[in-house]
Protein backbone atom coordinates (compact mmCIF):
# COMPACT_ATOMS: atom_id res chain seq x y z
CA UNK A 1 0.00 0.00 0.00
CA UNK A 2 1.40 3.35 -1.26
CA UNK A 3 1.67 5.96 1.92
CA UNK A 4 -0.50 9.38 1.22
CA UNK A 5 2.66 11.52 1.49
CA UNK A 6 4.65 9.05 -0.79
CA UNK A 7 1.28 9.89 -3.57
CA UNK A 8 2.01 13.76 -2.55
CA UNK A 9 5.85 13.37 -4.00
CA UNK A 10 4.92 12.45 -7.69
CA UNK A 11 4.14 15.94 -9.06
CA UNK A 12 7.19 17.03 -7.08
CA UNK A 13 9.02 13.98 -9.22
CA UNK A 14 8.33 15.63 -12.35
CA UNK A 15 8.75 19.26 -11.37
CA UNK A 16 12.63 17.56 -10.26
CA UNK A 17 13.02 15.36 -13.38
CA UNK A 18 12.17 18.77 -15.81
CA UNK A 19 14.39 21.19 -13.51
CA UNK A 20 17.68 22.44 -14.22
CA UNK A 21 18.69 22.03 -10.41
CA UNK A 22 19.30 18.29 -11.26
CA UNK A 23 22.71 19.00 -13.15
CA UNK A 24 24.31 20.74 -10.36
CA UNK A 25 26.83 18.31 -9.26
CA UNK A 26 29.89 20.72 -9.19
CA UNK A 27 29.78 22.50 -5.91
CA UNK A 28 29.62 25.91 -5.68
CA UNK A 29 30.14 26.87 -2.00
CA UNK A 30 31.73 30.25 -1.60
CA UNK A 31 32.87 31.21 1.62
CA UNK A 32 31.81 30.13 4.93
CA UNK A 33 31.28 32.92 6.78
CA UNK A 34 32.04 31.99 10.10
CA UNK A 35 31.82 34.72 13.27
CA UNK A 36 33.75 33.56 16.36
CA UNK A 37 31.35 34.73 18.89
CA UNK A 38 32.16 33.62 22.57
CA UNK A 39 31.48 34.67 25.64
CA UNK A 40 30.51 33.23 29.08
CA UNK A 41 26.80 33.28 28.67
CA UNK A 42 26.73 30.09 26.74
CA UNK A 43 27.02 31.70 23.36
CA UNK A 44 28.34 29.21 20.75
CA UNK A 45 27.93 28.34 16.71
CA UNK A 46 25.21 26.19 15.17
CA UNK A 47 26.38 24.69 11.73
CA UNK A 48 24.27 24.05 8.79
CA UNK A 49 25.73 20.94 6.88
CA UNK A 50 23.74 20.99 3.73
CA UNK A 51 22.82 21.23 0.13
CA UNK A 52 21.60 23.80 -2.14
CA UNK A 53 18.58 24.04 0.11
CA UNK A 54 20.79 26.03 2.39
CA UNK A 55 22.20 28.37 -0.22
CA UNK A 56 19.01 29.73 -2.11
CA UNK A 57 18.24 32.00 -3.25
CA UNK A 58 21.42 32.52 -1.90
CA UNK A 59 23.77 32.27 0.84
CA UNK A 60 22.86 35.37 2.88
CA UNK A 61 19.15 34.93 2.13
CA UNK A 62 19.02 31.38 2.57
CA UNK A 63 17.17 29.55 5.28
CA UNK A 64 20.36 29.74 8.27
CA UNK A 65 19.87 33.10 7.60
CA UNK A 66 16.87 33.28 8.46
CA UNK A 67 17.68 31.09 11.43
CA UNK A 68 19.71 33.71 12.47
CA UNK A 69 17.25 36.43 12.47
CA UNK A 70 15.07 34.56 15.13
CA UNK A 71 17.66 33.87 17.35
CA UNK A 72 18.56 37.41 16.97
CA UNK A 73 14.63 38.31 18.02
CA UNK A 74 14.56 35.67 20.68
CA UNK A 75 17.70 37.60 22.36
CA UNK A 76 19.79 34.30 22.05
CA UNK A 77 23.32 35.55 21.03
CA UNK A 78 24.45 32.53 18.73
CA UNK A 79 25.96 32.29 15.41
CA UNK A 80 24.42 30.24 12.65
CA UNK A 81 27.42 29.30 10.37
CA UNK A 82 26.18 28.54 6.43
CA UNK A 83 28.09 25.03 5.83
CA UNK A 84 25.68 24.57 2.47
CA UNK A 85 27.47 23.75 -0.95
CA UNK A 86 25.34 23.17 -4.26
CA UNK A 87 24.94 19.52 -5.42
CA UNK A 88 26.15 17.62 -2.06
CA UNK A 89 24.94 14.65 -1.36
CA UNK A 90 25.77 12.66 1.51
CA UNK A 91 28.96 11.48 0.69
CA UNK A 92 30.60 15.19 -0.01
CA UNK A 93 28.96 16.11 3.80
CA UNK A 94 31.24 13.79 5.12
CA UNK A 95 34.26 14.11 3.29
CA UNK A 96 34.33 18.13 4.29
CA UNK A 97 33.13 17.52 7.78
CA UNK A 98 36.28 18.11 9.20
CA UNK A 99 36.18 21.71 7.54
CA UNK A 100 32.66 22.51 9.12
CA UNK A 101 32.17 21.13 12.55
CA UNK A 102 35.07 22.72 14.32
CA UNK A 103 35.46 22.35 17.88
CA UNK A 104 33.58 25.86 18.23
CA UNK A 105 30.10 24.09 17.10
CA UNK A 106 27.47 23.35 19.49
CA UNK A 107 24.65 21.95 17.12
CA UNK A 108 24.97 20.49 13.87
CA UNK A 109 21.85 21.02 11.66
CA UNK A 110 22.03 18.02 9.34
CA UNK A 111 20.19 19.39 5.98
CA UNK A 112 21.69 16.47 3.27
CA UNK A 113 20.02 13.79 1.30
CA UNK A 114 18.16 15.55 -1.05
CA UNK A 115 20.67 15.07 -3.71
CA UNK A 116 21.19 11.57 -3.40
CA UNK A 117 17.34 10.58 -3.37
CA UNK A 118 16.86 12.21 -7.14
CA UNK A 119 20.24 10.17 -8.17
CA UNK A 120 18.97 6.98 -6.28
CA UNK A 121 21.92 6.70 -4.21
CA UNK A 122 21.68 3.53 -2.23
CA UNK A 123 19.62 3.48 0.62
CA UNK A 124 22.37 2.00 2.91
CA UNK A 125 25.40 4.46 1.57
CA UNK A 126 22.78 6.98 2.44
CA UNK A 127 21.94 5.98 6.17
CA UNK A 128 25.77 4.88 6.44
CA UNK A 129 27.00 8.45 6.00
CA UNK A 130 24.46 10.25 7.68
CA UNK A 131 24.87 8.10 10.57
CA UNK A 132 28.94 8.82 10.31
CA UNK A 133 28.19 12.53 10.15
CA UNK A 134 26.27 12.08 13.19
CA UNK A 135 28.37 9.80 15.12
CA UNK A 136 31.40 11.89 14.87
CA UNK A 137 29.60 15.10 15.73
CA UNK A 138 28.73 13.48 18.90
CA UNK A 139 31.68 12.44 19.71
CA UNK A 140 33.07 15.75 19.90
CA UNK A 141 29.92 16.75 21.93
CA UNK A 142 27.90 18.44 19.39
CA UNK A 143 24.22 18.23 19.68
CA UNK A 144 22.71 17.18 16.20
CA UNK A 145 19.45 18.11 14.96
CA UNK A 146 18.72 16.33 11.37
CA UNK A 147 16.35 16.84 8.58
CA UNK A 148 14.26 14.69 7.15
CA UNK A 149 13.76 14.09 3.21
CA UNK A 150 11.61 12.81 0.99
CA UNK A 151 11.95 11.87 -2.79
CA UNK A 152 9.63 11.43 -5.76
CA UNK A 153 9.47 7.57 -7.30
CA UNK A 154 11.91 8.15 -10.27
CA UNK A 155 13.51 4.96 -9.24
CA UNK A 156 9.84 2.94 -8.05
CA UNK A 157 7.74 3.44 -5.12
CA UNK A 158 9.83 1.58 -2.49
CA UNK A 159 12.88 3.49 -2.70
CA UNK A 160 10.73 6.69 -2.54
CA UNK A 161 8.84 4.95 0.63
CA UNK A 162 12.21 3.63 2.34
CA UNK A 163 13.78 7.02 1.73
CA UNK A 164 12.63 8.94 4.70
CA UNK A 165 12.42 6.00 6.65
CA UNK A 166 16.44 6.41 6.92
CA UNK A 167 16.09 9.53 8.78
CA UNK A 168 13.51 8.21 11.16
CA UNK A 169 15.54 5.27 11.97
CA UNK A 170 18.80 7.89 12.40
CA UNK A 171 17.13 9.89 14.91
CA UNK A 172 15.27 6.78 17.28
CA UNK A 173 19.24 4.99 17.12
CA UNK A 174 21.16 8.41 17.70
CA UNK A 175 18.18 9.94 20.42
CA UNK A 176 18.96 12.74 18.09
CA UNK A 177 15.55 15.40 17.25
CA UNK A 178 14.19 15.19 13.40
CA UNK A 179 12.43 17.92 11.36
CA UNK A 180 9.70 15.12 9.80
CA UNK A 181 10.35 16.86 5.70
CA UNK A 182 12.03 20.26 5.29
CA UNK A 183 10.41 21.51 2.54
CA UNK A 184 6.57 20.80 4.37
CA UNK A 185 4.61 23.44 2.64
CA UNK A 186 7.50 24.97 0.12
CA UNK A 187 7.47 21.67 -1.94
CA UNK A 188 4.93 21.96 -5.19
CA UNK A 189 4.16 25.82 -3.85
CA UNK A 190 5.11 27.98 -6.34
CA UNK A 191 4.68 31.23 -4.34
CA UNK A 192 8.02 29.50 -2.49
CA UNK A 193 10.11 28.58 -5.22
CA UNK A 194 11.99 30.23 -7.88
CA UNK A 195 11.74 29.98 -11.15
CA UNK A 196 13.07 26.05 -11.25
CA UNK A 197 9.94 24.86 -8.81
CA UNK A 198 12.34 23.66 -6.59
CA UNK A 199 14.84 25.57 -4.90
CA UNK A 200 13.26 28.32 -2.11
CA UNK A 201 12.38 31.78 -3.10
CA UNK A 202 13.31 33.93 -0.19
CA UNK A 203 9.40 33.32 1.31
CA UNK A 204 10.41 29.86 1.25
CA UNK A 205 13.32 29.81 3.21
CA UNK A 206 11.46 31.90 5.45
CA UNK A 207 9.12 28.95 5.86
CA UNK A 208 11.61 26.13 5.48
CA UNK A 209 13.25 28.51 9.09
CA UNK A 210 9.69 28.59 10.50
CA UNK A 211 9.61 24.29 9.89
CA UNK A 212 13.08 24.41 11.51
CA UNK A 213 12.91 26.70 14.48
CA UNK A 214 10.64 24.70 16.78
CA UNK A 215 13.04 22.25 17.11
CA UNK A 216 16.25 24.13 16.80
CA UNK A 217 15.21 26.74 19.76
CA UNK A 218 15.02 24.09 22.66
CA UNK A 219 18.53 22.68 21.58
CA UNK A 220 19.73 26.01 21.63
CA UNK A 221 18.11 26.83 24.98
CA UNK A 222 19.42 23.35 26.86
CA UNK A 223 22.85 23.92 25.38
CA UNK A 224 23.02 27.53 26.45
CA UNK A 225 21.90 26.69 30.26
CA UNK A 226 24.27 23.70 30.66
CA UNK A 227 27.03 25.91 29.11
CA UNK A 228 30.40 26.25 32.13
CA UNK A 229 29.92 29.49 33.74
CA UNK A 230 32.17 31.92 32.56
CA UNK A 231 35.31 32.37 34.53
CA UNK A 232 35.86 35.53 37.19
CA UNK A 233 37.89 38.14 35.80
CA UNK A 234 41.49 38.47 36.20
CA UNK A 235 42.70 41.09 38.50
Known amino acids: MIHCWARRTVAWGFLALAASAMSQDVAAAGPVARSQVRNGNGAGEIVVLGDSLAVSPSRTGG?????????????????????GVKGDKTAAGVRRLGTALTPDARILIIELGANDGLRG???????????????????????????????????????????????????????????????????????????????????????IADTVWPFLEPMVRTAAASAPAAPPPAR
Open 63 to 83: FPAELQRRLKAAGIDWTVVNA
Open 121 to 207: IAIAEVEKNLSTIIERAQRQGTRVLLCGMMVPPRYGWQYAIDFPRVFERLAARYDVPLVPFILQGVALNPDLNGPDGIHPNAAGARR
